[in-house]
């Protein structure tokens, strides 16, 4: 292995690389997020937002791929880091008591692991569903001036009509709360951006951050569910 790669290899190296691909998901979900607010707005604002990323070709397919490293490189991280610490502290299991905060010895982040597979799980089964699932073929079509594209947002409204496809995304959006309340912190930890006066403010900011990112999230199938939609 070259000097570099030992240098990423290295538990310090892991840990930056966990954090860096974490916070830069924490962005992606900001703006997934954003997006996702116009299927309150109707059919038209959701349609024409996937329509005009979708017809952003090579520029997309760029962002889709650095997306899916990201994803890869912080699950892979993250499964070896968590399988270093366990064949290193073979007592794990004996520590259970919550040390709160500040020491961060909470739910969260003994469960990140876990947290962490579902939600990559999660997001196949949701790529599966939405971004590879029915389109113009399968007749779910809409008309922006008179152009026939894809209807992504019948098929959003249809799917959290069944609540047991609703309760397992309310499910999964709670779960990635906890996985950001420990993740956010945990990764400005890691990139040393820790300072007595800052990291009480940064465990607050993980906090809401978790929080609005959760139940923004969570509120969407919800909605869905009880209202039918805004269209
Ligand atoms: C209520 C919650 C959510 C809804 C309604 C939703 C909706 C959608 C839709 C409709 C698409 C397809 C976009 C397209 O094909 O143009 C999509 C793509 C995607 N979603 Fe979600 N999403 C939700 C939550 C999440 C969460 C929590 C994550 C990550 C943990 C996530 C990750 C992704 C990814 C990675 C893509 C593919 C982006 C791309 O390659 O262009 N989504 N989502």
């Known amino acids: ?10 538990t310090v ?10 916070l830069s998901l924490v962005g992606f979900i900001c703006v997934h997020l954003v997006g996702n607010l116009l299927l309150y707005v109707g059919a038209d604002a959701f349609n024409t937002y996937a329509h005009k990323l979708m017809s952003m070709g090579p520029l997309l397919y760029v962002a889709e791929l650095i997306l899916a490293a990201l994803f890869l490189a912080h699950m892979f991280t993250a499964i070896v880091t968590t399988l270093n610490n366990w064949k290193s502290r073979p007592d794990r299991y004996a520590v ?10 909470t739910v969260s982040s003994k469960t990140m692991i876990w947290t962490g597979l579902v939600i990559i799980g999660f997001t196949v089964f949701h790529l599966v569903t939405f971004k590879y699932g029915a389109g113009v073929e399968e007749g779910y079509v809409a008309y922006l001036d008179g152009e026939p594209v894809r ?17 397992f995304y309310v499910f999964v959006m709670i779960l990635l709360g906890f996985h950001l309340r420990h993740g956010f912190w945990s990764a400005f930890q890691s990139l040393g951006l820790n300072h007595p006066r800052y990291t009480p403010m940064i465990h607050t900011v993980g906090i809401i951050a978790a929080v609005v990112l959760g139940v923004g999230f969570l509120v969407i199938p919800i909605w869905f569910y009880f209202t039918g939609g805004a269209a």
Do not use: C, H
Not at 15 to 22: D, E, I, N, P, V
Not at 99 to 104: E, K, V, W
Not at 152 to 161: A, C, G, K, T
């Open 1 to 10: 292995m070259s000097k570099s790669g030992y240098a990423i290899w290295s």
């Open 13 to 22: 190296g892991k840990k930056f690389l966990l954090a860096l691909t974490g």
């Open 96 to 105: 259970n008591a919550s040390q709160g905060s500040p020491s961060q010895m």
């Open 151 to 167: 209807d992504l947002y019948r098929l959003v409204q249809e799917l959290f009509q069944d609540p047991f496809y609703s309760g």
